[in-house]
């Protein structure tokens, strides 16, 4: 009697590690003052969790060293850290005068090397005085 022997594509193999993987899509684009002109379309995002907040890094592997910093303060609600080109620093916009303020993060049940990873997105319009402006869409996912 022969043994049949079961052959398993690469692919079947391979599905169990892309479901860890993060992704981020779409970008985020300041014009004027006050934090200069940028554009990031990031592709890589982290969990804030291990730095102790909850909320996600977004960054562009191309772009080192500008990233995006959504966090959800327990008494506050959405606030976000853009990078401010202009003096090096950051500057954070909560949605308040925003035309567009639509930020979520979302913990899933999926757990990676001790993390929740999260997923979400942000929407944002917003207009400075003296002309300048902040808008976008990014989504994100499994984010650990």
């Known amino acids: 009697m022969k043994?049949?022997?079961?052959r398993c594509p690469l692919l079947a193999l391979l599905a169990p590690l892309a479901a860890c993987a993060?992704?981020?899509?779409?970008?985020?684009?300041?014009?004027?003052?006050?934090?200069?002109?940028?554009?990031l379309s990031p592709d890589e995002c982290h969990s804030g969790e291990r730095e102790g907040f909850f909320g996600v890094d977004l960054v562009g592997?191309?772009?080192p060293g500008l990233f995006v910093r959504i966090v959800k303060d327990p008494l506050g609600g959405y606030e976000?850290?853009?990078p401010n080109v202009?003096?090096?620093?950051?500057?954070i916009i909560d949605g308040?005068?925003?035309?567009?303020?639509?930020?979520?993060?979302?913990?899933?049940d999926t757990t990676i090397n001790?993390?929740?990873?999260?997923?979400?997105?942000?929407?944002?319009v917003c207009?400075?005085?003296g002309g300048g402006a902040v808008q976008g869409s990014v989504a994100f996912d499994t984010c650990h």
């Open 114 to 124: 001790d993390v929740r990873a999260l997923d979400g997105h942000a929407r944002i």
């Open 3 to 6: 043994r049949a022997i079961r």
């Open 80 to 82: 976000v850290a853009l």
């Open 22 to 39: 993060s992704s981020s899509e779409g970008s985020l684009r300041s014009t004027g003052a006050p934090l200069g002109d940028w554009e």
């Open 127 to 129: 207009r400075f005085p």
């Open 86 to 91: 202009l003096d090096g620093g950051h500057g």
């Open 96 to 108: 308040e005068g925003c035309e567009q303020f639509d930020v979520r993060v979302i913990s899933t």
């Open 61 to 63: 592997s191309s772009q």
